[in-house]
C-alpha cells in the first residue's frame, strides 16, 4: 500500500524517457536516453546540432518510434497510447508549417478542432490563444502577411489552443532577431508561471540559462549532464573565468599555466578560458593580462561537447 | 488501489471528430481556392466531351447501341472523376507533406495517420462527385436525355474518387520528387481513361485489352454510370464491388505508405 503511494508520487512526471534508442540506418540519434521532466516544470535541452533534440521530441509524440526503451508523456505509455497524451499536449515546430493562405484566426480554429476542443468552447479558446500571441487585432491578416516574429507568436499560440498540461518547444527561437526572441522568453515564461509542463530544445545557452529550471546537455543521443543552470555551471567550471586573449603563441602559453595548475582550459575562437580559476591563488599573477568574468554556462557546454555553440 | 494516474478519454481507432478536424481545415482551405479547383476540374473533361462528342459524333450515330452523345456524355463522369481525384491526391498531398509540413502539424496532435489518410481521400472523394456529375450536366445540354438515375451519379464518382485519391495519396508516398509524377500520369493515368469504355467501347479491343479492362477502376466507373443512367442490370453490382475493392486496397496502401513517410 505504501510502497504503491510512494509509487504514486515518483510518477508525477510531465514525461520520462528510459534507454531509449533511436537508429536511422548506421546513425545511432538517441543513444540510450534517459530523461524525465517533472511535472509543472521547464527543461532546457541544451545541445549542438545532430545531437538528437529534434529526435527525441519526436519520440514524445510518437512520430518517431524508439527501437528500445520506454516512454511516458503524462503518465501514459508511448506509442501504446500517444493519441491521448498528444490530446494533453502542444507541440511548436522547429520548421513553421503555419497555413499561409489562411488567416490567423482560421489557423487557430483549424487546430481547435484538431485537439478537440468542444465546439461551445472552440470561440473562447481561439480568442485566448489570439490574445496569447498578441494578434487580436490582425486576427484577420493572412499569416503569409505577418512578420516573422508574429508568425513565431502565432505558432506558439496554436500550440497552446487547447490548454495542453505539456508544451514541447523545439528550438523556438532559431533564427529571429534578439528583440523578437524576448519577446518570445516572455511568453514562453508566461506558460511555466501557469504550471505547465515545459519541455525546450535550444541550441542558445542564454535561452537555456533564463527559461530553464533544470537544464540537460545533450551530446551524441544522450545526457551528458543534467541540473540546474547555477549547480552545473559550479560542479562542471566553478565560478571564475580567466580570459586571456592573444596571439596563438600566447595562447599556447596560457594553456601550458593552465595545465601547470590542474586547471581545465578551453579555447574560444581568439582567446583560452583558465576554469575553475578561484581554486588557484597563483595563476591569476602568473597571468597578469587575463580578464576576470564569472563561469557560465557555455563553458560547460563547450567543456562537456567540445563543441561551440552560439 | 491502482487508480489510473490520469483519466483519459478512450480515442477510437478512427475517430469522426478528427477525421471532421482534418476536412475542416480542407474545407477553409477550399474557400480559398474553389474557383482555380472548380475551374481546371470541369473545363478539362468538357473539353474532351465537346471534342469527341462534334469530332467522333459527326463520324458515328451509334456506339454500342447508344447514341454517340449519350455515350460519351455519361463516360466522361469518370474521366472527370480521375482527374479530380487522382491529382489533388498526388500532388496536393506530397506538397502538404514534404513542402508545407502540414502533416507533422496534424500528427502531432491527436490524429493518427489512417484518420489523416481517410480524411484527405474523403474530402476529394466528395468534391469529386460533384465535380464528376457537371460534364454530364453538359451533356444534357446537347441532347443527353436526363433522368433520375442521374442522381445516382454523384454517388458514384464519389466511390470512385475515393478509390483513385487514395491512389494519389499512395503514389505521393513512393515518388523521390514531385517531377516524377509525369511518369505516373503517362504510363498509368492515360491509359486507365481511355481504355475505359470512355470514349469507345472496349469491344473492338483485343481480348487480351477486355480483359486487362476489367482491372481498370474506371472501366467500373463508366459501366456503373451507363447503368444509373440507362437503367441498371444485376451485373451493376460487381462494378460496385469492383470499386470498393479498389477503394479499399488503395486506402490500405496509402495508409502504409504515408505512415512510413510519417512517422520515423
Not at chain 1, 16 to 35: H, I, W
Not at chain 1, 268 to 274: C, E, N, Y
Amino acid at each position: 500500500m505504501s510502497s504503491q503511494r510512494t509509487h504514486e508520487v515518483a510518477v508525477d512526471l510531465g514525461l520520462s524517457l528510459r534507454g531509449v534508442v533511436k537508429t536511422f540506418g548506421a546513425l545511432r540519434a538517441v543513444d540510450g536516453l534517459d530523461l524525465d521532466v517533472r511535472s509543472g516544470t521547464c527543461l532546457g535541452l541544451l545541445g549542438a546540432n545532430g545531437a538528437g533534440k529534434s529526435t527525441t521530441m519526436r519520440l514524445l509524440t510518437a512520430q518517431a518510434i524508439a527501437d528500445e526503451g520506454e516512454i511516458e508523456v503524462l503518465g501514459l505509455p508511448v506509442p501504446a497510447q500517444s493519441k491521448q497524451a498528444r490530446a494533453q499536449m502542444g507541440v511548436v515546430p522547429q520548421q513553421d508549417n503555419l497555413d499561409i493562405e489562411l488567416t490567423v484566426r482560421q489557423n487557430l480554429e483549424v487546430f481547435a478542432r484538431l485537439y478537440r476542443v468542444p465546439r461551445a468552447d472552440r470561440a473562447a479558446a481561439v480568442g485566448r490563444a489570439l490574445q496569447v500571441a498578441q494578434l487580436t487585432g490582425r486576427a484577420d491578416t493572412k499569416v503569409d502577411d505577418l512578420s516573422g516574429g508574429m508568425r513565431r507568436r502565432l505558432l506558439i499560440a496554436r500550440a497552446l489552443v487547447h490548454r495542453p498540461r505539456l508544451v514541447l518547444l523545439d528550438e523556438p527561437t532559431v533564427g529571429l532577431d534578439p528583440q523578437v526572441r524576448q519577446e518570445l522568453w516572455a511568453l514562453v515564461d508566461a506558460l511555466r508561471s501557469e504550471g505547465v509542463t515545459v519541455l525546450m530544445s535550444t541550441h542558445y545557452i542564454e535561452e537555456a540559462e533564463r527559461l530553464a529550471d533544470d537544464v540537460a546537455i545533450m551530446h551524441a543521443g544522450r545526457v551528458i549532464a543534467r541540473g540546474t543552470p547555477t549547480a552545473l555551471v559550479t560542479e562542471h567550471v566553478g565560478r571564475r573565468v580567466l580570459e586571456v586573449y592573444g596571439p596563438p603563441a600566447r595562447l599556447l602559453e596560457v594553456e601550458q599555466v593552465g595545465r601547470e595548475a590542474g586547471l581545465p582550459t578551453r579555447r574560444t575562437g581568439p582567446a583560452v578560458a583558465v576554469l575553475r580559476a578561484e581554486t588557484s591563488y597563483s595563476v591569476a599573477d602568473l597571468l597578469p593580462d587575463a580578464v576576470a568574468r564569472p563561469a557560465n554556462l557555455e563553458d560547460v557546454f563547450v567543456l562537456l561537447t567540445g563543441e561551440k555553440v552560439e | 488501489m491502482s487508480t489510473p494516474a490520469r483519466s483519459a478519454p478512450a480515442l477510437r481507432r478512427i475517430e469522426p471528430s478528427a477525421v471532421g478536424a482534418v476536412v475542416f481545415r480542407e474545407l477553409t482551405m477550399y474557400r480559398r481556392y474553389w474557383r482555380s479547383t472548380t475551374f481546371s476540374s470541369i473545363v478539362e473533361p468538357t473539353i474532351y466531351l465537346l471534342a469527341f462528342g462534334f469530332g467522333f459524333g459527326s463520324l458515328v450515330a451509334q456506339v454500342a447501341g447508344y447514341d454517340y452523345v449519350d455515350f460519351v456524355g455519361t463516360g466522361i463522369v469518370a474521366t472527370a472523376v480521375l482527374f479530380s481525384s487522382a491529382f489533388p491526391g498526388m500532388f496536393g498531398t506530397f506538397v502538404k507533406r514534404t513542402f508545407q509540413k502540414t502533416y507533422d502539424a496534424v500528427l502531432a496532435a491527436p490524429v493518427d495517420t489512417e484518420e489523416l489518410v481517410t480524411a484527405e481521400a474523403l474530402w476529394i472523394a466528395l468534391r469529386s462527385g460533384i465535380y464528376g456529375a457537371v460534364p454530364m450536366l453538359v451533356a444534357v445540354g446537347f441532347g443527353l436525355q436526363p433522368s433520375w438515375g442521374m442522381l445516382l451519379v454523384p454517388p458514384i464518382g464519389v466511390l470512385t474518387g475515393f478509390g483513385f485519391a487514395a491512389f494519389g495519396i499512395w503514389v505521393s508516398g513512393i515518388v523521390p520528387s514531385i517531377d516524377s509524377f509525369g511518369y505516373v500520369i503517362s504510363a498509368v493515368l492515360t491509359p486507365l481513361f481511355l481504355v475505359a469504355g470512355t470514349f469507345f467501347p472496349i469491344d473492338g479491343l483485343p481480348g487480351w485489352a477486355q480483359s486487362a479492362a476489367l482491372l481498370n477502376p474506371l472501366f467500373h466507373c463508366v459501366e456503373l454510370v451507363r447503368g444509373a443512367v440507362f437503367g441498371l442490370e444485376l451485373a451493376d453490382l460487381g462494378h460496385v464491388l469492383a470499386l470498393v475493392l479498389f477503394a479499399v486496397a488503395m486506402w490500405l496502401l496509402a495508409v502504409r505508405r504515408l505512415r512510413s513517410r510519417l512517422v520515423l
